[in-house]
């Protein structure tokens, strides 16, 4: 079985703060690992997938396959980054490459 | 650019009545979809895979007549709500594949009364 655990439900920071958002995963094979976020009234959207090692809006996240955890991290935190945060699963070879998503992580930057 | 739409984005029905959400896919063709729940402040949660041509496969503890899922072309999924309660209530999204990631409709809420 896979699962998704985002231990925070909610994280607020000051602008300009460092960021961490929390994840861990159990899975038994090799997973790919995502962050998705939802920005208030707007659809879920990819943000960034461990495979393509890349940064987006100044957000990373590192596959730590020892301590199963793929953590989502920002150095300066801006306002517009306040969203709702979900880290995803899927496992390869996965049936349809179905996702299970964590509980989501609602970050608010404040001014 | 590929996009998943999803129709109507929110609707009200009263109990015991059915419900069709349609889900498609746009500048691009998915023999996949997924159909999501998400209760208020709680994640999405699997509900059912749709396969175009075939059953859909439904995750555990989801009623499958209850929730009754087509996918009769490469761009078109629904899934009726039948003999809706009020604890159907919830935000439903579907979500379809391209080949390079998993994109996400808009959902549709349903209340029902």
């Known amino acids: 079985a896979q699962r998704v655990t985002q231990p925070e439900k909610l994280l607020s920071v000051f602008k300009g703060a460092p960021v961490e958002l929390k994840c861990n995963y159990s899975y038994s094979g090799s997973p790919e690992l995502f962050w998705y976020v939802q920005y208030s009234r707007q659809r879920l959207q990819l943000l960034l997938r461990?495979?393509s090692r890349e940064s987006i809006k100044g957000f990373t996240a590192d596959l730590n396959k020892g301590e199963t955890s793929f953590h989502l991290k920002k150095p300066f935190a801006q306002e517009e980054d306040s969203a709702m945060y979900y880290c995803a699963l899927s496992g390869r070879g996965n049936a349809g490459n179905m996702l299970t998503f964590g509980g989501g992580t609602r970050l608010m930057v404040k001014p | 650019g590929a996009v998943v739409s999803q129709h109507p984005s929110w609707v009200i029905c009263k109990s015991g009545t059915s419900v069709k959400i349609e889900c498609r896919s746009l500048?691009?063709?998915?023999?996949?979809m997924f159909w999501y729940r998400q209760f208020p402040k709680q994640s999405l949660m699997l509900m059912a895979t749709?396969?175009?041509?075939?059953?859909?496969?439904?995750e555990q503890g989801v009623e499958k007549d209850k929730f009754l899922i087509n996918h009769a072309s490469l761009t078109l999924s629904t899934l009726t709500v039948t003999s809706a309660h009020p604890e159907d209530s919830s935000f439903y999204i579907c979500s379809a594949r391209t080949q390079r990631e998993q994109l996400f409709g808009p959902g549709t809420r349903l209340t029902v009364t």
């Open positions: 500048d691009f063709q998915a023999t996949t």
């Open positions: 461990h495979i």
């Open positions: 749709s396969n175009e041509g075939s059953k859909a496969t439904y």
